[in-house]
């Protein structure tokens, strides 16, 4: 099975600034599959990246995805009110699908 | 575009059965691949399997294989999961899932339900 672990577990930043999560797997990933969503409180979650870097439609440009092998980053760009909530990276090649166990963006 | 409307929220006994749905609303159910995630409260998420209501071809993840059944119904557009018999630890969120088309069970979750909370309890 694939661990991914993801840091940190909760980062705190206040609007405007960048934001930058981890997602470190366990083995090697190819980075067509890798995705990251990101979930809010009572929602379900929701598509950011897929690839490791595309950005799901409909998700602003602030958003970006990059890394390869063992290590993949999502970026914020300058952070908006509504970008604070959990995000979750995952592996989905390897049985049994993986998630990360989630980054906490709170608001500063 | 593709939506998936689940059923609504279950509190159950322990040792009751229960079977959730989730409509898929869009041309494509019988070639999609649909999966269910488990989220426990306050807990992260966790892939459940998946099923290709085409050939009802099924995928479980051995975490869970043998406790739920993945089922669909293609003259309704409906994807279910039930419990024979409910325990405490399945108290949880259930989110079901589309997987993009184009790459089999190989691919990311691109559309997701609103979720049912099954809630246990004597």
């Known amino acids: 099975e694939i661990v991914l672990t993801q840091s940190p577990g909760t980062l705190s930043l206040s609007p405007g600034e960048r934001a930058t999560l981890s997602c470190r797997a366990s083995?090697?990933?190819?980075?067509?599959?890798l995705a990251w969503y990101q979930q809010k409180p009572g929602q379900a979650p929701r598509l950011l990246i897929y690839?490791?870097?595309n950005r799901a439609t409909g998700i602003p440009d602030r958003f970006s995805g990059s890394g390869s092998g063992t290590d993949f980053t999502l970026t914020i760009s300058r952070l908006e009110p509504e970008d604070f909530a959990v995000y979750y990276c995952?592996?989905?090649?390897?049985?049994?699908?993986?998630f990360g166990q989630g980054t906490k963006l709170e608001i500063k | 575009e593709v939506q998936l409307v689940q059923s609504g929220a279950e509190l159950k006994k322990p040792g009751e059965s229960l079977k959730i749905s989730c409509k898929f609303h869009g041309n494509t159910f019988s070639t999609s691949w649909i999966g269910w995630v488990r989220q426990m409260p306050g807990k992260g998420l966790e892939w459940m399997g998946f099923?290709?209501?085409?050939?009802?071809?099924?995928r479980y993840n051995p975490s869970f294989r043998g406790q739920v059944t993945l089922s669909a119904d293609k003259s309704i557009d409906t994807a279910y999961l039930q419990w024979s018999s409910l325990g405490a630890s399945d108290n949880a969120m259930y989110f079901c899932?589309?997987?993009?088309?184009?790459?089999?069970?190989?691919?990311?979750?691109?559309?997701w339900g609103q979720g049912t909370l099954v809630t246990v309890s004597s």
């Open positions: 690839g490791a870097s």
């Open positions: 099923i290709y209501p085409g050939d009802s071809d099924t």
């Open positions: 899932v589309r997987l993009a088309p184009g790459s089999g069970t190989s691919s990311y979750f691109e559309s």
């Open positions: 995952q592996q989905y090649v390897s049985s049994p699908r993986t």
């Open positions: 083995q090697s990933v190819n980075s067509i599959y």
